[in-house]
């Protein structure tokens, strides 16, 4: 048990019975409890396997590679449409985590035989995502960003094509763009 989770805990205002819970059920695999990203986390040779963490309507325990998980009894959820790994079981009161203590058990030991087998979850390669027109049309007619923004790891080159997609506006769109071609040339990713 690592004291950053018992300090954790005792001081949450909320699902504190349920983190508590779902930490017994974690420490009964053969998981390292670790504390990162301010969650209790739980590591296989330091590779991360499962994370419990709270938000405001629910609290969930969180496969790193869940994407991988067989998912028998359809628990999972993908939190957002581009998160490619990751899947959350979520729980709004502790009879959820009770009633499926058992399938919990099961699933964390899955997931832990994917990381002993070292499988990896295959992610979209960046050439798979749509770049904006208006930004394709600044790399076309700037070399020097078009290196650039090639030069940026595949997260940072993700997190802007992300970032300049999602307003509905064309001129919102250019406007970021148009802010973000410093960051770019810099090296620099979104929220560096």
Same mark, same amino acid.
């Given at each position: ?108 030991? /899955? ?29 076309? /007619? ?51």
């Amino acid at each position: 048990m690592n004291p950053k989770v018992d300090k954790f805990i005792s001081k949450a205002t909320k699902w504190k019975e349920e983190m508590e819970l779902l930490r017994t059920i974690a420490l009964d695999s053969t998981l390292t409890e670790d504390f990162k990203w301010g969650q209790p986390c739980y590591t296989h040779q330091n590779n991360n396997v499962v994370l419990i963490h709270g938000f405001k309507e629910y609290c969930a325990l969180l496969f790193f590679k869940g994407a991988l998980l067989k998912d028998k009894h359809q628990l999972l959820i993908r939190q957002t449409e581009n998160v490619q790994s990751s899947r959350q079981i979520r729980f709004t009161d502790i009879k959820e985590i009770t009633s499926n203590t058992l399938i919990l058990k099961a699933y964390i030991k /899955e997931a832990l035989d994917i990381e002993k087998a070292g499988l990896k979850v295959v992610l979209k390669t960046i050439e798979e995502y749509t770049v904006p027109e208006e930004f394709q049309i600044k790399l076309n /007619e700037n070399s020097s960003l078009n290196k650039a923004f090639k030069a940026l790891t595949p997260g940072r080159q993700r997190g802007y094509l992300f970032y300049f997609s999602q307003p509905k506006q064309l001129k919102t769109r250019e406007l970021r763009i148009e802010k973000s071609i410093p960051q770019i040339m810099n090296g620099k990713g979104l929220n560096d």
